[in-house]
């Protein structure tokens, strides 16, 4: 039996981006929140260093600065007028999370404090500058906690463990979803006005990555298969520092103290990559430095990592060499206490995942996928465009990793993506609302939930003879491919048999079975779904990659080592069709920013 | 090295009772306890049930009995155990499926205690002003995840699963003792019920199980303070 609900906005999704929608949404509209996961085990909430806003608490800044420095960063791939949008939305935004209640570190006289990170500069000196407003290492915990807590206040509507299976649309409209609740395996449908998307990111296609299981990227999949593009997708970010072996992330925040990267020679090796802010240059800039210590024999022991080292002898002596002050003037130093009370969680992960206590050791650190600068394309106000000609499908809206609006561009900078969610969630949630005021309900198709009923069905029963597939099997293939083929750096050669060998597992997955054959949290039969969406999302990257012949951002490659702006200042819409994927392109939006070359 | 697991089994379509299996799989030291169910739910058994997300001691998914004792089973390595890893459901809440357990009534508690900024003045254009000193006075008690550990290890929370428990308390703390919430008295008077704070017997298992490290009964011992003399 299938459950039918009514509800005039449907988010989908209930972390950073989708409970932000759901505030604002549920001040002018019937509002419900669908998660795969309780909301507040969303991946928020392992954000850590900060988010960016040039409140000034600390040292002089200017938005237009936070602008100019979003725009280098995205390689110029990003739209500068939502660059000039979110960045100007910040400052009154952070303020809004703190009057929510958000505990923020605080200045000695009592405002939000603020720390350096990778790609933030004073535009003058070209020094970095303090505008990562942060609580502890634990931003994206106490972003993710606030909402949900103002969320219990203004008593939002919650599915639970309700994972979203499939976008329902009629006549080029939104108008639903259908969903499986795990406790019961039934299926329900949600038949709603508007339809905010906000489901993340997929790190998972990727062996190592700092992303959680859960990060299968279902947004961006549901959204393809009715036809939608997905813009950018070549674009994936590698975080220069996750712990060796594992990806958990180690917060920029730690080079924001001060934190200084080691190769196998104890040499300090960004000085050679990046003579003016060293470790604080762009993500991109620092794992390519990182990938070619490696290559040529100066990781750790020989092996694929590197050292990253915050140790206050270690630091206090690189900041006297950089000449680095407190705002006071007074020189910058480092102790074990600042330590402690800055990074807790950082020292606990290290001590735990990797056996070294960061206060007397140094960590073994390697790049790790991190996040999605692509995803669904929208404009400013959150709407999702159906072509690359801009045009918005009614009723649609998607926010935060899932969408690609685009204010990343080709790489993102570190605090920008906390920033994305609470910014473009609350316009989704308060469009989507107004849409659903001014409209009404679409019908629904007919039989709405009966293509997931045989998908589902098709997994539980296999392909009907003796050999089938299994789902870990092909996920381990395909995140080795993906990981050694279109990580850091890329070739035609390794992209293009990525793409083969992608195609040939998305093949061998219409052969998968799941033996578990039961109805109540039948995990297995979800994570055979979501292996459907990294499969989808797999082969878009790949060929997305493929195409672009330039290096820009976190594409770098090897065979056209240089950006090109003449040819390819263009996004990537991507179309996922039956026989493969069809490539198009539109421009980049430019404002007043020329492209430049990107030095740090 | 091969390490062998002993896991409580429950499947409300199969079993009529909850009974224990034993699996052994290949492991490194460093694995977490997450890594060997996940590896055996790959490659051994695909019907077993657990919750996880971020697999970093984060998202408080996979709260678990491990040997006997409330642990993340992504922040539990193999070379912190000894011998066959038994792995049970957390205690006092409903088994649903293996190590899945009913969270409901768990978050029931924790909205019961209103666990929100209350501050009904216009806030600043501004941030609201905070000093030092005041921030720090609940910064122990935002670290908690609601992974559930500390609830499940409290035997006055297995003699009545009516009692609030630490978890929801030390929700309560974080607003309680945060200069810019105007909610106190409500809170303190929601934890002076019958099933409030009082039922604390500082038995300290709270503080001991929570992944987080947070000094739970000394924060529920703030709150009965504050309850008994009405000072913050």
């Known amino acids: ?600 | 090295m091969e390490v062998t697991l002993r896991i409580l089994r429950y499947d409300p379509e199969v079993d009529e009772k909850a009974h224990y299996e034993t699996y052994t799989v290949d492991a490194e030291p460093t694995d977490r306890v997450l890594d060997l169910l996940n590896q055996i739910k790959a490659d051994q058994d695909g019907r077993l049930a657990f919750r996880a997300s971020c697999a970093h001691g984060i998202c408080g998914s996979d709260a678990m009995r491990i040997n006997g004792v409330n642990r993340l089973a992504c922040k539990t390595l193999v070379k912190d155990t000894e011998g066959t890893i038994t792995i049970e459901p957390l205690l006092g809440m409903k088994v649903i499926k293996d190590m899945i357990v009913d969270f409901e009534p768990f978050f029931e508690h924790y909205r019961s205690v209103l666990p929100f900024m209350i501050n009904d003045s216009p806030p600043p254009e501004a941030e609201r002003l905070q000093s030092q000193a005041d921030r720090e006075r609940f910064d122990d008690t935002t670290k908690c995840i609601l992974c559930a550990a500390c609830t499940t290890s409290c035997p006055s929370f297995w003699a009545d699963e009516e009692y609030v428990g630490p978890a929801a308390i030390v929700q309560a703390h974080r607003f309680i003792f945060d200069s810019r919430d105007n909610g106190a008295a409500e809170r303190l008077k929601i934890l002076n019920q019958q099933f409030g704070a009082w039922r604390c017997r500082t038995v300290f298992n709270c503080t001991t199980a929570c992944p987080r490290e947070i000094k739970v009964t000394q924060a529920i011992g703030e709150v009965k303070k504050a309850i008994a003399t009405g000072r913050i």
Not at chain 1, 334 to 357: M, N, S, W
Not at chain 1, 424 to 439: D, I, Q, T, W
Not at chain 1, 566 to 588: C, Q, S
């Open chain 1, 1 to 600: 039996m299938t459950k039918t609900h009514q509800h005039e906005v449907v988010i989908v999704g209930g972390g950073g981006a989708g409970l932000m929608a759901a505030l604002y949404a549920s001040r002018g509209a019937d509002t419900a929140v669908l998660s795969k996961l309780y909301p507040i085990r969303s991946h928020t909430g392992t954000a850590q260093g900060g988010i960016g806003a040039a409140l000034g608490n600390e040292e002089e800044d200017k938005i237009a600065w936070h602008t100019f420095d979003t725009v280098k960063g995205s390689d110029y791939l990003g739209d500068q007028d939502a660059i000039e949008f979110m960045c100007e939305e910040a400052v009154p935004t952070v303020y809004e999370l703190e009057h929510m209640g958000l505990p923020f570190d605080r200045t000695p006289e009592g405002k939000i404090a603020q720390r350096r990170f990778g790609g933030h500069t004073n535009n003058e000196t070209h020094k970095p500058v303090r505008r990562a407003a942060y609580a502890a290492d634990r931003t994206g915990h106490m972003i993710l906690q606030t909402l949900y807590q103002q969320s219990i206040k203004n008593k939002v509507n919650f599915y639970d463990e309700f994972q979203v299976l499939d976008l329902l649309m009629d006549g080029g409209k939104a108008c639903g979803v259908v969903a499986v609740e795990l406790l019961t395996g039934e299926l329900h449908v949600f038949h709603a006005k508007s339809v905010v998307i906000a489901t993340g990111g997929w790190g998972r296609v990727w062996e190592i990555t700092s992303n959680a299981l859960s990060y299968t990227g279902d947004g961006v999949a549901l959204t393809m298969r009715k036809g939608i593009p997905a813009e950018d997708m070549e674009f994936f970010q590698f975080h220069p520092t996750g712990i060796y072996k594992m990806g958990i992330l180690i917060t920029e925040g730690v080079r924001g103290e001060g934190g200084v990267l080691m190769n196998n020679e104890g040499e300090r090796f960004m000085e050679r990559y990046a003579p003016t802010v060293k470790e604080l240059a762009s993500r991109d800039v620092v794992s390519r430095a990182m990938y070619i210590e490696m290559r040529e024999g100066r990781g750790i022991n020989g092996k694929r990592y590197l050292h990253l080292d915050v140790r206050p002898e270690t630091v206090n002596k690189y900041a006297k060499q950089d000449d680095r002050k407190n705002p006071d003037g007074t020189p910058y130093e480092l102790t074990v206490e600042d330590l402690r009370h800055k990074l807790p969680e950082i020292i606990d992960f290290c001590r735990t995942y990797a056996g070294v206590d960061p206060l007397t050791d140094m960590m073994p650190v390697q790049p790790t996928a991190h996040y999605a600068m692509g995803g669904i394309p929208t404009d400013m106000r959150s709407h999702v465009l159906g072509d690359e000609k801009g045009n918005i499908v009614p009723g649609l809206y998607a926010a935060g990793e899932v969408a690609c609006v685009s204010v990343h561009g080709a790489n993102r900078l570190g605090t920008n993506s906390l920033l994305d969610l609470v910014v473009f969630g609350k316009h989704a949630g308060m469009n989507a609302a107004e849409y659903a005021k001014g409209s009404d309900y679409v019908p629904l198709p007919d039989d709405p939930a009966g293509p997931v009923m045989e998908m589902l069905d098709g997994f539980r029963k296999g392909p009907g003879h003796e050999s089938h597939e299994k789902v870990s099997q092909i996920k381990r293939e395909m995140q080795q491919v993906m990981f050694d083929n279109v990580g850091v750096f890329r070739t035609e050669d390794m992209m293009a048999e990525a793409v083969t060998k992608v195609r040939q597992l998305r093949e061998r997955y219409k052969d998968i079975k799941v033996s578990d054959q039961g109805r109540v949290f039948n995990t297995e039969l979800l994570q055979a779904w979501e292996l459907g969406c990294l499969l989808e999302i797999a082969d878009v990257t790949a060929e997305s990659a493929l195409n672009r012949k330039e290096s820009r951002g976190a594409h770098a490659r090897e065979d056209f080592p240089k950006r090109d702006d003449k040819n390819w200042m263009k996004h990537t819409m991507a179309f996922l069709k039956p026989d493969g994927v069809e490539i198009r392109y539109k421009p980049v939006t430019k404002t007043k920013f020329e492209p430049m070359e990107r030095v740090y």
